[in-house]
């Protein structure tokens, strides 16, 4: 009988897409370890099995441990996973590449490192956020503008919607507790959302740190992405939350979100906005991106295939042999 660690790690075409995946699953006070290719979580009430291939996130909460061989499997299959406190800070988050294809990074990368093409792109983020309002002649000051007060408006119209009394937005970092409720629930979603979008974005093989709109930190890309959905996926969750009471918010805001993120569909959806953001549209084509094809650069922007020797003129073939 082979071993896990004899097994072969799962091709891309095994794995179940991102945009199809639980939005994310949170564990606390129990141990995780493998089994085949499942994670099993144990705490006192016994052993659960859960398939990793179907996790977008996993969020390991206090008191839990987790093995070699849990990890191992998990990044296999591409899951994010994300370790949060007992306030739900995150502090670590991580994963593998679903894809094999290096198309998106390399044109997220072409846009960024161009200031027309990285505000054309901060504009079509904000255009998919607040879709009745042109940005597409707004200076960045402008859409920072617009976003501040849209998303104030977003606050009272949930307050409105709920009944929840609602002041103002306070977050005091390291300190989860020192917030009211409808500003703890908040907090508890955005931590999620930013989970679920890291996760998308390194299952699509794209740079978590070139941001559009945010800049100067590792995750700016995942924030821009989680932003997308603030106002009508995490914000709206949090007040549903909230409307609920006091007690065990940070749990409750956990599993709105996670039933809405399930009812709008929202990791296939998150997917499909990456790539219209990044990608022209002659270039949206579905491709095989499960492959391991990788190219060299050549002169005149030719690709030529890698691993052979090219001591001879590429346009002679006849004598291509291997190079490794």
């Known amino acids: 009988m082979s071993t896990v660690s004899q097994r072969s790690a799962s091709s891309p075409r095994e794995l179940t897409r991102v945009g199809d995946r639980i939005s994310f699953i949170y564990l606390e006070r129990c141990t995780i370890h493998r089994d085949d290719n499942a994670i099993t979580a144990t705490d006192a009430n016994g052993v659960a099995h859960i398939p990793s291939a179907t996790i977008g996130t996993l969020l390991l909460g206090p008191g839990t441990r987790v093995t070699h061989q849990a990890m191992s499997v998990l990044g296999e299959c591409g899951a994010g996973v994300v370790w949060v406190g007992e306030h739900g800070v995150r502090f670590y988050a991580g994963g593998r590449a679903l ?11 072409t846009a960024w490192a161009n200031r027309r093409t990285r505000l054309d792109i901060a504009r079509s983020m904000y255009r998919l956020r607040f879709p009745e309002d042109d940005p597409s002649t707004r200076t960045r000051q402008e859409l920072l503008n617009m976003e501040g007060r849209r998303v104030k408006e977003c606050y009272r119209r949930e307050s409105a919607r709920t009944g929840v009394s609602w002041r103002r937005r306070e977050y005091h970092h390291g300190d989860f507790t020192a917030g009211d409720t409808p500003n703890q629930a908040v907090t508890a979603a955005a931590q999620c959302m930013y989970g679920v979008a890291h996760a998308v974005v390194v299952a699509l093989g794209c740079a978590p740190g070139l941001g559009f709109v945010h ?10 992405i989680a932003d997308l959905y603030r106002t009508d996926i995490g914000i709206p969750a949090a007040f549903d939350a909230a409307a609920q009471g006091e007690e065990d918010i940070a749990a409750r805001t956990r599993r709105a979100l996670r039933d809405r993120i399930n009812t709008t569909n929202l990791l296939d959806r998150c997917v499909r906005d990456i790539k219209n953001l990044l990608l022209a549209p ?8 499960t492959e391991d ?11 030529v295939p890698s691993g052979r020797n090219y001591d001879r003129p590429t346009t002679d073939r006849a004598h291509e042999e291997p190079i490794w």
């Open 293 to 303: 094809q990788v190219t060299l650069q050549s002169d005149g922007g030719l690709l």
């Open 99 to 109: 894809t094999r294809s290096s198309r998106l990074v390399e044109a997220q990368a």
């Open 282 to 289: 002659h270039d949206s084509k579905a491709t095989d991106e």
């Open 215 to 224: 800049s100067g930190h590792e995750r700016s890309f995942v924030l821009d």
